[in-house]
Nanobody
Framework: VQLQAYGGGLAQAGGSLRLSCAAS????????MGWFRQAPGKEREFVAA????????LYADSVRGRFTISRDNAKTTVYLQMNSLKPEDTAVYYC?????????????????WGQGTLVTVSS
C-alpha cells in the first residue's frame, strides 16, 4: 500500500483546508483509514479515522465539530475537511491505513503511512 497525502498549506485562523490522501497498491475499500498529525516538538497524535465502508468515523476531541473525514473508494482517496482552523492545528498531517479490525485512534494499529503534508495556521 502506498499513500500520498497532499493539500496542506498556509491558512488563516478561522479558515479552511482540505487534505487528500491517495492510495494505491491494494484494495482500498478493504481497509480503514486514519489521519494523524505531529506539531513541532510534540508527539504524533490522532486526528480522525474512518471505516472501510465509510459508515463509521472517529474524531479526536480537539477537532470534533470542525474536521470531517470522508472517503471515496472509487477514487481510492480519503479526505480531511478542516474548518474553523486554529493556530494549534499547525502540524504535519499524515494519513495511514489499517488493514485489520475496527477503526482506531491508536497509531500502532496502522500498517502503512504516507509521507505527510504540512498545515500552517496563522493567527
Amino acid at each position: 500500500v502506498q499513500l500520498q497525502a497532499y493539500g496542506g498549506g498556509l491558512a488563516q485562523a478561522g479558515g479552511s483546508l482540505r487534505l487528500s490522501c491517495a492510495a494505491s497498491g491494494r484494495t482500498f475499500s478493504s481497509y480503514n483509514m486514519g489521519w494523524f498529525r505531529q506539531a513541532p516538538g510534540k508527539e504524533r497524535e490522532f486526528v480522525a479515522a474512518i471505516s472501510w465502508s465509510g459508515g463509521n468515523t472517529l474524531y479526536a476531541d480537539s477537532v470534533r465539530g470542525r474536521f470531517t473525514i470522508s472517503r471515496d473508494n472509487a477514487k481510492t482517496t480519503v479526505y480531511l475537511q478542516m474548518n474553523s482552523l486554529k493556530p494549534e492545528d499547525t502540524a504535519v498531517y499524515y494519513c495511514a491505513a489499517d488493514l485489520t479490525g475496527g477503526i482506531s485512534s491508536r497509531a500502532w494499529r496502522y500498517d502503512y503511512w504516507g509521507q505527510g503534508t504540512l498545515v500552517t495556521v496563522s493567527s
